[in-house]
């Protein structure tokens, strides 16, 4: 759900409430699975924007992707977005949050045509296990990879470079220097798996990137980043990703 929901200038309690409500379920699920969570609070209305920007430019009808959906912060920024004819798969592993999305998101106004239209469907598993049935024009991720093992973020890219289309986009976010400071301050394998990670992802990122913003509206500033893989495709930085390395 969306983290920055605004309470009416009348005061709306009833926003409110729900605004503080689903931060207290996000941050008890990051407190029972901070590896797969890897945030304490849900992305923010600015990086949820930011990371659809490819997206919200787009000409329909597309495809969209997300995996790591979460409580639903960035999906419903999707749900804004979605024109007629757009199809919306989700994805997200831990059946607790799929609750959520179930009942808190996909109930709402913007998805009940699209999910009763089999347009927007809900996959509760890990994104390597998906029953992939189409390849999407776009790709949202909301994983905290740098949470994750070396050989899990390789096999997360190689389904992601299998499944976009020929010039589709994978747009993640992550926290600005959230690398860096990791590879200072962890210890022993900890240490080790970030520096491999790190590592992998920046040669992604200075291979595949096209644009980079930073969102500094977030707890915490991150970086919206969006990467292309087609073979031969010529590689161009925008302004605002001259560079690469978190």
């Known amino acids: 759900m969306e983290a920055n929901l605004r309470v ?3 005061g709306d309690e009833k926003g409110f409430r729900t605004v503080w409500s689903e931060r207290f379920r996000f941050l008890a699920h990051y407190v029972r699975h901070p590896n797969q969570i890897g945030a304490v609070a849900p992305s923010s209305r600015s990086l949820a924007d930011a990371i659809c920007e490819p997206y919200r430019r787009s000409e329909g009808p597309v495809s969209i992707l997300e995996i790591g959906a979460g409580t639903g912060a960035v999906t419903r920024h999707i749900g804004t977005l979605l024109r007629v004819g757009d199809e919306f798969d989700i994805c997200e592993m831990q059946a607790g949050l799929v609750e959520i999305l179930e009942r808190d998101v996909l109930s709402l106004p913007t998805f009940v045509p ?5 347009r927007i469907r809900m ?4 994104v390597q296990t998906l029953p992939f049935d189409k390849k999407y024009d776009f790709i949202i991720s909301c994983l905290p990879l740098t949470s994750f093992s070396l050989e899990d973020v390789t096999s997360i890219f190689e389904v992601i470079k299998s499944q976009l289309k020929d010039g589709g986009v994978l747009s993640y976010f992550e926290y600005i220097a959230l690398r860096r400071t990791s590879r200072v301050f962890a210890v022993g394998r900890r240490r080790e798996r970030v520096k491999q990670v790190s590592s992998f992802l920046s040669r992604q990122i200075h291979d595949h990137e096209f644009a980079r913003r930073a969102v500094f509206q977030n707890l915490p500033p991150a970086y919206a980043r969006h990467l292309r893989f087609d073979d031969g495709s010529r590689h161009v930085r925008s302004s605002n990703s001259a560079r690469a390395a978190g």
């Open 8 to 10: 009416g200038t009348n």
């Open 123 to 126: 996959f509760c598993c890990p």
């Open 114 to 118: 699209g999910v009763k239209q089999k």
